[in-house]
C-alpha cells in the first residue's frame, strides 16, 4: 500500500494517521511516495566546504580520458555515474564498456570485484563515491583477500552524500589508503589535482592489484546534469554482450 503527496495535497495529517492505521492492521510497510517541488527549499545544517582543484566530474574526465578503450567501469550509484554516462555521450564513445550501478549504493565494487575475478583479461576500474565505500566497508576486506591483480579501485571523496542533498560524511575524517592497506591492497595513492591523478594512474596500470586511489574533490554537480537514456536493463546486456567477447 502506498499514497502520494505532492505540493496540492491537503490532510497530510489524515494520510499519515492512515498510514500507521494500515501499518499496524496488516504489518506490512506502507509507502509515502512524494512528488519533486513538494516541499519548501532545504538548507543543510552542517555544510562543509572545500577547496580542492577539481569537482567529481573534473576527476571523471581525466580518468576516463587516460584508461585504455578496453577498460572496464563499474560506476557508483547517483550522480558519479551520471556523469559518466554524459561523457561518453558528449565524446561518442559508447557505453559498452560501463556498468552504471543504479539505485544500488555500496556495491559497485562487488560488482567489479566478481567481473575482475571472471574477466582476467581485462583492466577493471571502479568509480566509487565515500558514503557508498562508508555504507559497505566490509567490500574493502573481501576485495584484498580475493586479491585480483587486474582490480583498480578509485574512491571520489568529496565528503558528502551529493546526490542526496550533500550532507556530511565521514569522508575526510578518516584515511581509506590505510584501510584498505591493511585489508590487502597492493597500492593505496591519494590525489587531489589532475597530474596527481594522472600519476596515479600510471603507477596503479604498472603494479598487480587491487590498487585503491582516493581523489579527494568538491562536492557539487552541474544543475543541468542528465540521466542515462539506456534503462539498466539495456546497461546490463550491453557490458555482458563486452565482457563476452
Request: aromatic share 6%; hydrophobic share 35%; proline share 3%.
Amino acid at each position: 500500500p502506498y499514497e502520494i503527496i505532492n505540493s496540492t495535497s491537503d490532510n497530510i495529517e489524515g494520510k499519515i494517521e492512515n498510514a500507521c492505521k494500515v501499518m499496524n492492521e496488516m504489518s506490512c510497510p506502507f509507502a509515502l511516495v512524494i512528488s519533486e517541488g513538494t516541499f519548501e527549499e532545504y538548507s543543510l545544517v552542517k555544510n562543509i566546504e572545500t577547496n580542492f582543484p577539481m569537482k567529481r566530474e573534473d576527476a571523471i574526465k581525466i580518468i576516463l580520458d587516460n584508461l585504455s578503450k578496453e577498460a572496464v567501469i563499474v560506476s557508483t550509484t547517483g550522480k558519479a555515474s551520471r556523469e559518466v554516462f554524459e561523457y561518453r555521450e558528449k565524446n561518442q564513445q559508447g557505453h559498452q564498456n560501463d556498468f552504471l550501478t543504479v539505485g544500488s549504493m555500496g556495491h559497485c565494487s562487488q560488482i567489479a570485484l566478481g567481473i575482475a575475478m571472471k574477466k582476467k583479461d581485462k583492466q577493471v576500474y571502479v568509480l566509487d563515491g565515500d558514503g557508498a565505500v562508508i555504507m559497505q566497508m566490509g567490500s574493502l576486506s573481501i576485495t584484498g583477500t580475493r586479491a585480483p591483480e587486474n582490480f583498480r579501485h578509485i574512491i571520489l571523496n568529496n565528503g558528502a552524500h551529493d546526490s542526496v542533498g550533500g550532507q556530511p560524511t565521514a569522508g575526510f575524517e578518516i584515511d581509506f589508503t590505510e584501510i584498505a592497506r591493511a585489508c590487502g591492497y597492493e597500492l593505496t595513492i591519494k590525489a587531489e589535482t589532475g597530474e596527481q591523478v594522472k600519476d596515479a594512474l600510471v603507477k596503479m596500470k604498472q603494479t598487480g592489484g587491487p590498487c585503491l586511489l582516493e581523489v579527494r574533490v568538491n562536492k557539487g554537480a552541474r544543475k543541468d546534469l542528465g540521466r542515462p537514456t539506456l534503462t539498466p536493463a539495456e546497461n546490463k546486456k550491453s557490458i555482458m554482450k563486452f565482457l563476452s567477447k
